[in-house]
Nanobody, 124 residues
Framework: QLQLVESGGDLVQPGGSLRLSCTVS???????IGWFRQAPGKEREGVSC????????YYADSVKGRFTLSRDDAKKTVFLQMNNLKPEDTAVYYC??????????????????WGQGTQVTVSS
């Protein structure tokens, strides 16, 4: 069983950057890790997912070119670097672990284990 804890959420101005961290307790080597977000009144959406090997990544169209996902299994942490943030990026961000392909995980929200979330607010 895995436990995931998100950190790094904050209030940032438009155009700014944040790095979110997802720290995993347990054996994460066989799991893909994904970041999802949910804004008030909206459905949860997959932001970016990375395969267990780290070789495959998926990005939602809305964040391509701005967000970068990476994993460091030695540190048991997955990082989501978010640049050029926009007000529409405001949401609670969750990380999850699962065994699906990165596309399925992100597009269908297929996570077996979930964290509690961290708030990202982009506002001037």
């Amino acid at each position: 069983q895995l436990q995931l804890v998100e950190s790094g959420g904050d209030l940032v101005q438009p155009g700014g950057s944040l790095r979110l961290s997802c720290t995993v307790s347990g054996f994460m080597d066989y799991y893909g890790i994904g970041w999802f977000r949910q804004a008030p009144g909206k459905e949860r959406e997959g932001v970016s997912c990375i395969s267990a090997s780290g070789h495959y990544t998926y990005y939602a169209d809305s964040v391509k070119g701005r967000f970068t996902l990476s994993r460091d299994d030695a540190k048991k942490t997955v990082f989501l670097q978010m640049n050029n943030l926009k007000p529409e990026d405001t949401a609670v961000y969750y990380c999850a672990a699962g065994g699906s392909t990165v596309q399925a995980m992100c597009e269908m929200g297929l996570g077996d284990y979930w964290g509690q979330g961290t708030q990202v607010t982009v506002s001037s």
